[in-house]
């Protein structure tokens, strides 16, 4: 069967600070990787998408970057953290086909 | 404008009674999901489609393509399906996602 891990669950950052989130996918190969943003009292943002190794689009201009190292490590950084980056990260994952999403355990960051 | 609106935003229940919440999208898709995130944070996938209707215990989406409108109904409610639902559309390799209904069912 298919997991898929994120760490840290819970991270308290100062402003400034680097990040680094990542999420990894067991059970299955080539899946399509997503990192999502969730501010407190609204609906997911899409912030990058991959669908394979290397391969990343973006979706909105930020100071966050992403990188896919491997087919199933997708991790998500900034070099200087703002306090708008504060939010629940979730990541997720599809097979290429049917794309049923499956989401990751998130990372709730707060940035201080 | 959403590409995903739902209503209502937030909805209280007596436990047992029949529960609609409604999505309605502007863009052309190939699959819409029903998503439940509880209070933690997780999130589950309920369902996937495309077209008709699914059930799955006391759930049941339904989607129809033409008026572009899926709802998700919870029949017998109980205080353990508390959760946000979360309507997500896939149009062209991308997911646009509704910024949820908060249910809450009383005892």
């Known amino acids: 069967s298919q997991t898929i891990h994120q760490w840290p669950a819970t991270l308290v950052q100062p402003v400034g600070s680097p990040l680094s989130l990542e999420c990894t996918v067991e059970g299955t190969s080539n899946p399509n990787l997503y990192w999502y943003r969730q501010a407190a009292g609204r609906g997911l943002q899409l912030l990058f998408y991959?669908?394979?190794?290397?391969?990343i689009s973006s979706e909105v201009p930020q100071n966050l970057s992403a990188s896919r190292p491997q087919d199933r490590q997708f991790i998500l950084s900034s070099k200087k953290l703002l306090l708008s980056d504060s939010g629940f990260y979730l990541c997720?994952?599809?097979?290429?086909?049917?794309?049923?999403?499956?989401f990751g355990p998130g990372t709730r960051l707060t940035v201080t | 404008k959403n590409e995903v609106e739902q209503s209502p935003q937030n909805l209280t229940a007596q436990e047992g009674e029949f529960i609609t919440i409604n999505c309605s999208y502007s863009v052309g898709i190939s699959a819409l999901h029903w998503l439940q995130q509880h209070p933690g944070g997780g999130i589950v996938s309920l369902f996937m489609l495309s077209s008709g209707k699914k059930k799955h215990g006391r759930l049941i989406a339904t989607i129809n393509i033409q008026e572009k409108h899926s709802s998700l109904h919870i029949t017998a409610s109980h205080p353990r399906d508390s959760a946000v639902y979360i309507c997500?559309?896939?149009?062209?390799?991308?997911?646009?996602f509704g910024t949820g209904t908060s249910l809450t069912v009383i005892p």
């Open positions: 997500a559309v896939l149009s062209f390799n991308q997911f646009y």
């Open positions: 997720a994952w599809t097979r290429q086909r049917p794309y049923e999403q499956y």
């Open positions: 991959s669908v394979g190794i290397g391969q």
